[in-house]
């Protein structure tokens, strides 16, 4: 009865630690921030992703050590909040790997360029006569090619000020569209004439991209020539848009008119681009992304029905004909 008794001890224990490592293990990842608290893109990437948990404590772990060696910590922690602030505006895996992967690389080159103890004057001056045996030789060696330097990579700064470029254009050319809107509505400009002249502008780049996969997957074209035959097929969609505009504006309004066309449709490429060709992780992100898609295309569509200044469809002769 004794042995049973100690044996059942034996397995509770057994079970309580298997458990304990379990929870140990499932927390074990992204040892720099707790992730039950885990908010942005680039944190729950690091939690769900193995690979990425293994690069953020490896990180961790640099970063621990070049606070301990360097002599100025606060830079270092000020040099750490800034990388933070950058990473987080990733929002691809690649880019998240592709910064933490810099800031490794920054943080190992910190612990070694920490001081060492100066050299020996014998070692020192072997040193300089061997650099000096060197830059004689190079400079009398006629036949020795140019050393190129290899370009500096782009770094999470670069990344950063071109997002907020991006960003900044993005607005001013959002507050320009809104500008067109509302002269269209006072009746200054005109947009989109009918629904016809909307859905052909709406074409025009979706049938050149089309007539170029068509032309080069399915009739096996040479690329050059589907090339050619994609842009001859857009220039001619896009001359048309321009002659419709020009009609239905005056010759001052006619570039406003065709800006609000142009960055409208640009909006909804943009989106659609974000949207559908971002990598969804998982397969209810994917189902997600294809309704934000829908939801974006059935918005889209109803814009561009309201700003046309005729509701109906005129026939294509004559709105090639310029009577529509």
Not at 108 to 120: E, I, Y
Request: hydrophobic letters at 45%.
């Amino acid at each position: 009865m004794k042995e049973k008794s100690n044996m059942s001890r034996f397995n509770i224990g057994s079970g309580l630690f298997v458990m304990l490592l379990t929870l140990v293990s499932a927390h074990s990842n992204a040892t720099s921030f707790d992730c039950t608290k885990a908010a942005t893109f680039a944190e729950k990437s690091i939690c769900t992703d193995s690979a990425l948990s293994r690069l953020d404590e490896q990180m961790n772990s640099e970063y621990v050590r070049a606070l301990d060696a360097a002599p100025n910590k606060a830079q270092v922690r000020q040099d750490q909040r800034d990388w933070l602030r950058l990473r987080g505006n990733c929002l691809t895996a690649s880019c998240l790997t592709a910064s933490m992967t810099d800031r490794l690389s920054v943080l190992l080159r910190t612990k070694v360029d920490q001081p060492s103890k100066a050299p020996t004057s014998v070692a020192a001056s072997r040193v300089d006569q061997s650099e000096t045996n060197v830059i004689s030789k190079v400079a009398t060696s006629p036949m020795l090619p140019a050393v190129v330097k290899p370009a500096a990579p782009r770094n999470a700064t670069d990344d950063h000020q071109a997002i907020l470029n991006l960003k900044f254009g993005l607005f001013v050319m959002a507050m320009l569209l809104l500008v067109c809107i509302y002269l269209h509505r006072r009746g200054t400009i005109t947009i989109y004439q009918d629904y016809t002249d909307a859905l052909w502008t709406t074409l025009t780049p979706i049938l050149g991209i089309g007539a170029y996969f068509v032309a080069s997957a399915w009739l096996e074209v040479p690329r050059n020539y589907s090339i050619i035959a994609a842009c001859v097929l857009g220039a001619l969609m896009s001359l048309q848009v321009l002659i419709q505009t020009y009609r239905s504006n005056s010759i001052w309004f006619f570039l406003l008119s065709l800006f609000a066309k142009v960055i409208l449709l640009t909006f909804y490429l943009l989106m659609m681009a974000l949207l559908l060709c971002g990598g969804a992780r998982t397969k209810s992100e994917a189902r997600r992304r294809r309704g934000w898609a829908v939801l974006a295309t059935t918005v889209f569509v109803f814009l561009s029905g309201w700003m046309c200044r005729n509701r109906q469809f005129s026939s294509i002769d004559d709105y090639l004909a310029g009577r529509a």
